[in-house]
């Protein structure tokens, strides 16, 4: 069974290229809000599917939400791939620092790894606010 995302709510929510800009969990500053501390976001949803929704080849889309949790579950197979190598934490925190700081492909430029997902940019500033949310910076 397919994990879909408990964020079906796309009313008052920002978005930049078809992706939800909900609210994350974090200390860095970005186009996303905070989410409290105590409550459940996008990240955290993708990392407790991700072991289910990761052998599934077809996911009917429910909500944008949804492409974002397939976007997610994409990211946090890359990061995994990277930290494969890794033998000490020190490595590990490296690797995944350095995936963080990587530019991200917005949808329509090469490299993007879901053509069709997100709508493409209308302007400079809506990809840069997709490729800033996009980035999902994990330190």
Excluded: W
Excluded at 71 to 98: H, Q
Excluded at 125 to 136: C, M, R, V
């Amino acid at each position: 069974m397919v994990y879909h995302s408990s964020f079906l709510d796309d009313e008052g929510i920002t978005k930049a290229c078809g992706c939800p800009l909900l609210p994350l969990k974090s200390h860095i500053k970005g186009p996303a809000p905070v989410s409290d501390r105590g409550r459940t976001d996008i990240v955290d949803e993708a990392i407790t599917f991700f072991r289910a929704n990761v052998f599934f080849r077809n996911f009917d889309i429910k909500s944008s939400a949804d492409k974002l949790l397939i976007y997610l579950t994409f990211y946090i197979n890359v990061t995994l791939k990277r930290l494969e190598g890794c033998r000490t934490l020190a490595e590990g925190t490296k690797a995944v620092i350095s995936l963080g700081l990587e530019k991200v492909p917005v949808p329509g430029e090469s490299g993007f790894p879901f053509p069709g997902l997100f709508a493409l940019p209308q302007s400079q500033k809506e990809a840069g606010k997709s490729s800033h949310y996009l980035i999902f910076r994990l330190v």
